[in-house]
């Protein structure tokens, strides 16, 4: 996992998201935020979180078309 501090948001969201992996009814959860706000850095820990967690899980990726790169949406099977 990276050694970079999270903010308050990024580790309220963690909690959530571990939450979220614990709850069978839930199946999506969105991530979502301005340019800049660490969702990278997020999904980032939410990998490390799964693989440490799970055998299967599905990063799924969406194409930005206005900027010619992926986003990342992350979903985990249970």
Known sequence: MTNLILTDDQKNTLKAF???????DEKYMIIQGAAGS????LITHMDAILDAQYKMYALLLQKN???SKFEVLLSATT
Request: net charge positive; glycine share 8%.
């Open 18 to 24: 571990r939450k979220f992996l614990a709850i069978t």
């Open 65 to 67: 078309k206005q900027k």
């Open 38 to 41: 660490g969702k990278s850095t």
